[in-house]
């Protein structure tokens, strides 16, 4: 099993470019969640899917989309990329709501 | 709202002995879990170990235990016979049973010294 898998591991945007970040799991899990890292801020959850075809929002969710066409696969897309959005990003799973959740290795993006 | 806090940024052990790192919660709910990851300098985020709230057992894994307090909301975290491999910033965190989002504390940065 490869887990949790994230790419790329670093990417640079000027403002107002568009990516998106690509996660995938090979672990069968129904949940998927995508979390930022702040310095001094923790991890705070942008978006989630309890399901394929199901997303909903977290608790930072402006500014990026996400989309759940199948159960391995939960792509974050950066729509129009402002500098507030460096970050460190990870996306992680579970077999099910409400318990432990496996992370990815992280993407480091920085918006100039 | 859910809260966790970490009141120790950082702290340091020298190698093979025992640290305990603090966490505190706050939560109106009866069913949760809780959980301390490992982010060591790769960045990857590691499951140490986890406890169910309605278990009275503390949680063990081999090195890494638990001191589960749930009137008190503490759930601190016990390293014995410290490795230099466990340098690296220690998260708590909290779900609801029925919750979609794990809430972390700031993390504790721990460094073994040789």
């Known amino acids: 099993n490869a887990g949790v898998t994230q790419t790329p591991k670093f990417q640079v945007l000027k403002t107002g470019q568009s990516m998106t970040l690509q996660c995938a799991q090979d672990?069968?899990?129904?949940?998927m969640s995508w979390y930022r890292q702040d310095p001094g801020m923790g991890l705070r959850l942008i978006h989630y899917?309890?399901?394929?075809?199901?997303?909903d929002q977290g608790e930072v969710p402006n500014g990026y989309n996400v989309s759940r066409s199948t159960t391995e696969d939960f792509p974050l897309r950066l729509l129009s990329a402002a500098p507030s959005q460096t970050s460190v990003y990870f996306c992680?799973?579970?077999?099910?709501?409400?318990?432990?959740?496996?992370f990815g290795p992280g993407t480091r993006l920085t918006v100039t | 709202a859910q809260t966790v806090t970490q009141s120790q940024p950082e702290m340091s052990v020298q190698e093979a002995e025992t640290v305990t790192l603090s966490c505190t919660y706050d939560t109106s709910e009866n069913n949760y879990y809780l959980f301390w990851y490992k982010q060591p300098p790769s960045r990857q985020m590691i499951l140490v170990i986890r406890?169910?709230?309605?278990?009275?057992q503390n949680a063990t894994e081999n090195r890494f235990s638990v001191n589960f307090q749930k009137a008190a909301k503490s759930f601190s975290l016990k390293i014995s016979d410290s490795q230099l491999g466990d340098t690296a910033m220690y998260f708590c965190a909290f779900i609801e049973t029925s919750g979609s989002r794990l809430t972390f504390g700031e993390g504790t940065q721990l460094t073994v010294n040789p």
């Open positions: 406890q169910e709230a309605y278990k009275q």
């Open positions: 992680a799973s579970s077999y099910f709501v409400g318990r432990e959740q496996y």
């Open positions: 899917s309890v399901g394929a075809g199901i997303t």
């Open positions: 672990m069968n899990h129904e949940y």
